[in-house]
């Protein structure tokens, strides 16, 4: 009994706590450009495509006054092209934060990144536009033959 007492308060708990999370900040509709917020610059080898995923890996972020980073996607092919164009994508909400995943992707599919850092009050001027196309589906093996006793 003691033990069922504890499973039901101890899973309470974790729905109420749960829904406790803080609300992520999103760009706001009129935007104020702080022109000495810095500007994400990724590194040499900042971005890696994959099928399923694309990886980003930009300078660390000294300046105390940025909250974190708004990151824009646009689809420019495949079959998603018209869903999200020009639209805000992510929020980070931690600036010492220096790699992102975006793991919502499809293959063979050409995307846009813009990234801004964001204060309490304004955002930085967007950063280069990222273009990068996602690797295509692996061809599948036609013919295997299993040889066993060699």
Not at 54 to 60: G, V
Not at 104 to 127: Q, R, V
Request: hydrophobic fraction near 40%; include cysteine; charged fraction near 20%.
């Amino acid at each position: 009994m003691r033990l069922l007492t504890v499973a039901i308060l101890a899973t309470a708990s974790l729905l109420i706590f749960s829904g406790c999370g803080g609300i992520t900040p999103k760009p706001k509709d009129e935007v104020v450009i702080d022109d000495t917020l810095p500007v994400i610059e990724l590194t040499h080898s900042g971005v890696i495509a994959d099928m399923n995923s694309i990886a980003f890996e930009w300078r660390s972020i000294k300046d105390p006054r940025v909250k974190g980073i708004y990151i824009y996607k646009d689809v420019l092919s495949g079959k998603h092209a018209d869903e999200a164009r020009g639209n805000f994508y992510k929020t980070i909400q931690n600036r010492f934060q220096t790699h992102f995943l975006d793991k919502e992707i499809t293959p063979d599919t050409k995307y846009n990144y813009i990234f801004k850092t964001f204060s309490a009050n304004a955002e930085s001027k967007p950063s280069k536009t990222v273009s990068i196309t996602s690797l295509p589906v692996l061809k599948s093996v036609s013919w295997i033959q299993s040889i066993t006793g060699m």
